[in-house]
Nanobody, 124 residues
């Protein structure tokens, strides 16, 4: 089992920044990647970013490329999502997730452990 705890969400004005953190514990050695997803009211959960543990390769949704950065701290089993130039359409609950199974890093079904989510609200 893997436990995930997210933090760092909040309310910010458009154009502002936030940094989300996700601390993993438990059987983290079996994971191949960690990712961030988000879900806005009435919408499906969507991919935001992912980072592969083996080599640090990163993957981003087109909607956040150039504004968001995913990074890791291996020693602390923590992944960060730096979000800059935030827009009202970035408002959502953000979830971190661990993938220890196969599949595309962009797909929710490639992730088998999920955090509880943290709310990000961007005001216009």
């Amino acid at each position: 089992q893997v436990q995930l705890v997210e933090s760092g969400g909040g309310l910010v004005q458009a154009g502002g920044s936030l940094r989300l953190s996700c601390a993993a514990s438990g059987r983290t050695f079996s994971s191949r990647a960690m990712g961030w997803f988000r879900q806005a009211p009435g919408k499906e959960r969507e991919f935001v970013a992912a980072i592969r543990w083996s080599d640090g390769s990163t993957f981003y949704a087109d909607s956040v490329k150039g504004r968001f950065t995913i990074a890791r701290n291996n020693a602390r089993n923590t992944v960060y999502l730096q979000m800059n130039t935030l827009k009202p359409e970035d408002t959502a609950v953000y979830y971190c997730a661990v993938s220890s199974i196969g599949g595309s890093y962009y797909a929710t079904d490639a992730y088998d452990y999920w955090g509880q989510g943290t709310q990000v609200t961007v005001s216009s």
